[in-house]
């Protein structure tokens, strides 16, 4: 089975600075099949990339994602405040087809 | 615009069978995957299981093995409707359970989500 670890737990930012979340797979993962999401409290997660690299409909130019293999990131170039909130790191592949990472949470320094 | 909504009851007895419905309005049930994921109260997202309808009668289902023995996904295509049903449920299956619409060539990027329901499960 393939484990997604995200690093780090807690990331500690002001608005305007930029965010760095890494996402690392115990197997390699087919960059098809990496996505990231985002979750406020109270909300439903909402895809913000996808095939790795493939910013979801409506998500703005400052996340991108890169990464291949067993290692990916996640990058918001500039905090905006809406962007504090926690993001997942997800993949498929063989059983169990589909896992999240634990996440990173991007909170307000 | 795809909407997703979740049904069903918000307090379950252990032992007893969890039931939930997902009412897909918007657009077809046909030819997309069609999953449930949950969120245990602060904790991380776990996927339960999916079902993929080719809209010629044809169903495909999926389950997380840790949950596979338990769990039943469907479709009801005269309704746009997919259902889960968790059976023997423990406190430990308390969550807010999602349904989600997966795309990509195996339903993988879920790019439509309900806003959730809190299941809790307590005597």
């Known amino acids: 089975e393939i484990v997604l670890t995200q690093s780090p737990g807690i990331l500690s930012l002001s608005p305007g600075e930029r965010a760095t979340l890494s996402c690392r797979a115990s197997?390699?993962?087919?960059?098809?099949?990496l996505g990231w999401y985002q979750q406020k409290p109270g909300q439903a997660p909402r895809l913000l990339i996808y095939?790795?690299?493939s910013r979801a409909t409506g998500i703005p130019d400052r996340f991108s994602g890169s990464g291949s293999g067993t290692d990916f990131t996640l990058t918001i170039s500039r905090l905006e405040p809406e962007d504090f909130a926690m993001y997942y790191c997800?993949?498929?592949?063989?059983?169990?087809?589909?896992?999240f990472g634990p996440g990173t949470k991007v909170d307000i320094k | 615009q795809v909407q997703l909504q979740e049904s069903g009851p918000g307090l379950v007895k252990p032992s007893e069978t969890l039931p939930l419905t997902c009412t897909v309005s918007?657009?077809?049930?046909?030819?997309?995957?069609w999953s449930w994921i949950r969120q245990p109260p602060g904790k991380g997202l776990e996927w339960i299981g999916y079902?993929?309808?080719?809209?010629?009668?044809?169903?495909?289902?999926y389950y997380n093995p840790s949950l596979e023995s338990r769990v039943t996904i469907s479709v009801d295509t005269s309704k746009n409707q997919f259902s889960l049903k968790v059976s023997s449920v423990t406190a430990a299956d308390t969550a807010v359970y999602y349904c989600?619409?997966?795309?990509?060539?195996?339903?993988?990027?879920?790019?439509?989500w309900g806003q959730g329901t809190l299941v809790t499960v307590s005597s």
């Open positions: 989600a619409r997966g795309s990509g060539t195996f339903g993988h990027d879920f790019d439509y």
């Open positions: 918007g657009g077809s049930i046909s030819s997309y995957y």
């Open positions: 079902i993929y309808y080719n809209g010629h009668y044809s169903e495909t289902t």
């Open positions: 197997q390699s993962v087919d960059n098809k099949f």
């Open positions: 095939g790795a690299s």
């Open positions: 997800q993949r498929y592949g063989n059983s169990p087809r589909i896992t």
